[in-house]
T-cell receptor, first 111, second 114 residues
């Protein structure tokens, strides 16, 4: 059973636009929500993460919005660039070692 | 050194072969992980080692055998694999007090079973 549901599966955005990826979860015990970025042939790399006591976190062009009551969180990429083209995974956990990943979103930013 | 190094990068093996994947880190991390990632899918946790002891085995078939000989090295021994085991095998590590909060992934070994 998928513990974290991610949408859309794929996304095409023009350069300079905003990319938005959404995730939803059911387990209210989850207390850590990271986003990973993965380029072809590479392992995932932590992009940004949030805890449930914060509604928004921003790092450069990347922002996580968190809605605890709706059990949803999203990644916003502002001023999207072709170099942002990658697969993005949301994840959630309350376990010290194991992450529950979403199915991933393949983002293509066109010039 | 802030990397997790995995070797080999690519491996093709027959179903009767025995091979090993190697993972090395020199960041002082004391938790190390093996993940399996099929094409266009998220990583799936296989094993967790904490302080060189196996702490999580996610019901992985016995044809996969992990080993953590020291705090810097993690191996995955492969024997009698099936074609469906073809995947990207990712190693990760994290500091002793950070667990999931401090994951660093390697670039993986692309395994093809023929």
């Amino acid at each position: 059973q998928q513990q974290v549901k991610q949408s859309p599966q794929s996304l095409i955005v023009q350069k300079g636009g905003i990319s938005i990826i959404n995730c939803a979860y059911e387990n209210t015990a989850f207390d850590y929500f990271p986003w990973y970025q993965q380029f072809p042939g590479k392992g995932p790399a932590l992009l940004i993460a949030i805890r449930p006591d914060v509604s928004e976190k921003k790092e450069g062009r990347f922002t996580i919005s968190f809605n605890k009551s709706a059990k949803q969180f999203s990644l916003h990429i502002m001023d999207s660039q072709p170099g942002d083209s990658a697969t993005y995974f949301c994840a959630a956990t309350h376990h010290p070692y194991a992450l529950n990943f979403g199915k991933g979103t393949s983002l293509l930013v066109t010039p | 050194d802030t990397e997790v190094t995995q070797t080999p990068k690519h491996l093709v093996m027959g179903m009767t072969n025995k091979k090993s994947l190697k993972c090395e880190q020199h960041m002082g991390h004391r938790a190390m992980y093996w993940y399996k990632q099929k094409a266009k899918k998220p990583p799936e946790l296989m094993f967790v080692y904490s302080y060189e002891k196996l702490s999580i085995n996610e019901s992985v078939p016995s044809r996969f055998s992990p080993e953590c000989p020291n705090s810097s090295l993690l191996n995955l021994h492969l024997h009698a694999l099936q074609p469906e085991d073809s995947a990207l095998y990712l190693c990760a590590s994290s500091p002793p007090t950070q667990g999931v909060y401090g994951y660093t992934f390697g670039s993986g070994t692309r395994l093809t079973v023929v």
